[in-house]
């Protein structure tokens, strides 16, 4: 489920695990996931979110959370499907329609935010769109790091370009695998 506005109960649990790409901070309101974020340090990303929250009462991890951490690093380790979280999706209507545009981004491909801009009909709005990327919460479930600039380089990502680096090579051999794995021999 994916609610448009904030939540007006300001509880949120959170849980901490370890990836290969370092660290994961993953946190749930009751209406959903509504931060998933990476890093090299589990206080600096306890300490950003609570400075984004500065009003929410944070909880230890429940066995709920722990499943959905499990299923996020389990994704970064071998992307084979998009990850399917009940989410609780907090940004402008703006943003929203960006993130939803970046959820259409299939596995293992990318897009430029010059054709996200034109997907959400607001061509001109490149920047903004780089914006509202930068601003995800939503590590992996927002796949914000199959963005690319139009001449196909890497450019900035929240969580660090060499891990957006290391998500897309990933996406991109799961991706390579499953078609592999779905070929038959004939005799």
């Not at 909880?59 to 998009?82: M, T």
């Not at 959400?120 to 769109?129: E, G, K, L, N, T």
């Amino acid at each position: 489920m994916n609610t448009l506005n904030p939540s007006s109960d300001n509880t949120i649990e959170f849980a901490l695990g370890h990836s290969s790409l370092g660290e994961v901070l993953l946190a749930m309101s009751p209406h959903g996931v509504c931060a998933i974020a990476l890093g090299d340090h589990a206080d600096s990303l306890i300490n950003t979110f609570k400075h984004k929250h500065p009003d929410a009462q944070l909880q230890a991890d429940k066995p709920l959370l722990q499943q959905h951490l499990a299923k996020v690093i389990a994704f970064i380790e071998s992307p084979q499907q998009d990850l399917d979280l009940p989410l609780d999706i907090r940004g402008t209507i703006f943003q929203q329609q960006v993130w939803q545009a970046l959820k259409t981004i299939p596995l293992g491909t990318t897009a430029s935010y010059t054709a996200i801009a034109k997907r959400i009909d607001q061509p001109s709005a490149v920047r903004a769109v780089a914006a509202a990327c930068a601003a995800n919460p939503l590590a992996l479930v927002i796949p914000c790091h199959r963005v690319i600039t139009s001449d196909g380089n890497l450019s900035g990502y929240r969580w660090g370009v060499a891990r957006k680096a290391e998500l897309l090579r990933r996406e991109a051999q799961a991706v390579v695998s499953d078609a592999d794995n779905s070929h038959t021999i004939a005799d």
